[in-house]
């Protein structure tokens, strides 16, 4: 992943954390929305598929580093998800960005002090097929002013070669998701049943390297 000066390294670690949990359909982050999946097209009857088909909002919370919880530690939960919300974006021509089928919206906020409100630090789409969030790093909120960066899964050692020209391509509606590779199959439970989704020591310890398990 890209340094970028107004990421730490913990908080870029806390992006791939949260890309491992997106990436896998059976996290808790996979599992929840499945179920909001279903309760949505349950209250409007509309017939149930495949939920990837359906653009929703992920929210990445990055916590302050010596942020303290009453029921589980800042490592469990941060291993677990449960800094990850995710909601199916009913009316997708309120987003800022125009996501073609397969991408999905991630809004990041960041914690800047313990206990602390979340402030807006970044938005971007996840493109499930490459196993990729594309964001957009806020550096001047009242100037509009912002920094692309590309998180990669850190387990996926091979990515295709061309997968930032397919990326670009796919963001520019010029090809659609079939048209991607997928390599997300790799780092996905329901996929691939020998995939192990690491813990949130494993993830800090590599820093922005690629994980070894």
Not at 58 to 84: C, K, M, R, S
Not at 160 to 183: G, H, S, Y
Request: glycine share 6%.
């Amino acid at each position: 992943m890209q340094i970028v000066g107004l990421l730490s390294k913990f908080d870029q670690c806390v992006l791939n954390m949260a890309l491992i949990h997106l990436c896998n359909s059976e996290s808790h982050v996979g599992q929840e929305m499945r179920r909001q999946y279903n309760a949505w097209k349950q209250d409007s009857d509309d017939p149930v598929f495949n939920p990837w088909l359906d653009i929703h909002q992920f929210t990445i919370y990055i916590p302050h580093p010596d942020q303290e919880y009453e029921d589980v530690t800042l490592e469990a939960g941060l291993t677990e998800g449960y800094n990850v919300e995710v909601e199916p974006v009913k009316d997708p021509s309120n987003l800022i960005y125009n996501i073609p089928q397969g991408g999905h919206f991630v809004a990041v906020l960041k914690q800047k002090q313990v206990d602390g409100d979340f402030a807006i630090a970044a938005t971007g789409i996840f493109v499930r097929s490459l196993a990729i969030l594309s964001l957009d790093v806020v550096v001047d909120l009242a100037q509009g002013e912002t920094q692309p960066i590309v998180v990669r899964h850190p387990i996926i050692r091979d990515y295709p070669q061309d997968w930032e020209t397919k990326l670009r391509l796919f963001l520019q509606r010029e090809i659609n998701d079939e048209a991607l590779p997928r390599p997300v199959g790799h780092v996905d439970r329901s996929l691939n049943r020998d995939y192990r989704s690491p813990r949130w020591t494993e993830v800090h310890q590599a820093g922005d390297g690629l994980l070894t398990l």
